[in-house]
């Protein structure tokens, strides 16, 4: 067993234990809960985050058949002003997503919804941003099912319990990572392996590249 395999299997898992492998990667809940890795410096604003490359290729160690990545993107918008922050944001989740394809992921995205809300009185209290994947997630694992023998599933959110818990029936085995603070106890109940995401904090760190 030589190192890369070592580490592979201590941090990770020994592939050969759980046939062939599809990996579901919803990334907006991966950055929720990754902020957290680095709580000094994202308390304001998003400065140090995982790195889209990175998940790829360590779900490309465990040798994954698939893997897919879901991911909402702004719309334009056309009506603001140039300087209005919307525009920005529109860019760095589209640069995201060409990131995802780049990588080799399957990449299924939407558009973002802005929910306006208000008070009682009916003033504008501000926004709700929306942009749910749990349905476009549930149909694919469904509809592959015969293909896989492993869910290999990053993310905690405790809506995914019903659907795992039904692939487990199945016969299918099921890795979930997550930051510990973020997993449900649901989702670590279901989970025939449940990885913390704090293991792998120094291999995914998005390292800016010198201009």
Not at 13 to 32: L, M, Q, S
Not at 60 to 73: I, T
Not at 81 to 102: V, Y
Not at 150 to 165: E, K, N, R, Y
């Amino acid at each position: 067993m030589n190192l890369q395999t070592l580490r592979r299997d201590t941090i990770l898992f020994n592939p050969k234990e759980f046939g062939t492998i599809f990996a579901f990667v919803d990334f907006g809940n991966v950055r929720y809960w990754a902020k957290s890795f680095w709580p000094d410096d994202n308390r304001e604003r998003l400065v140090r985050e995982i790195d889209i490359e990175k998940v790829a290729n360590a779900i490309d160690l465990m040798g994954a058949a698939e893997k897919c990545f879901y991911y909402g993107h702004y719309r334009v918008q056309r009506n603001l002003m140039p300087e209005h922050p919307l525009h920005a944001q529109h860019q760095d989740s589209l640069f995201r997503i060409d990131k995802a394809k780049k990588a080799g992921f399957k990449v299924l995205t939407k558009p973002i919804k802005i929910i306006d809300t208000f008070d009682d009185a009916g003033h504008h209290k501000g926004h709700i941003y929306k942009c749910n994947f749990d349905v476009e997630i549930t149909m694919n694992m469904i509809r592959q099912l015969p293909k896989y023998d492993t869910v290999f599933l990053w993310s905690g959110d405790s809506d995914f319990q019903p659907l795992l818990a039904y692939l487990k029936r199945k016969g299918k085995k099921i890795v979930t990572l997550c930051a510990r603070d973020f997993a449900s106890s649901e989702i670590r109940r279901v989970s025939t392996l449940f990885i913390p995401a704090e293991r792998l904090k120094a291999q995914l760190e998005l390292t800016p590249r010198k201009q």
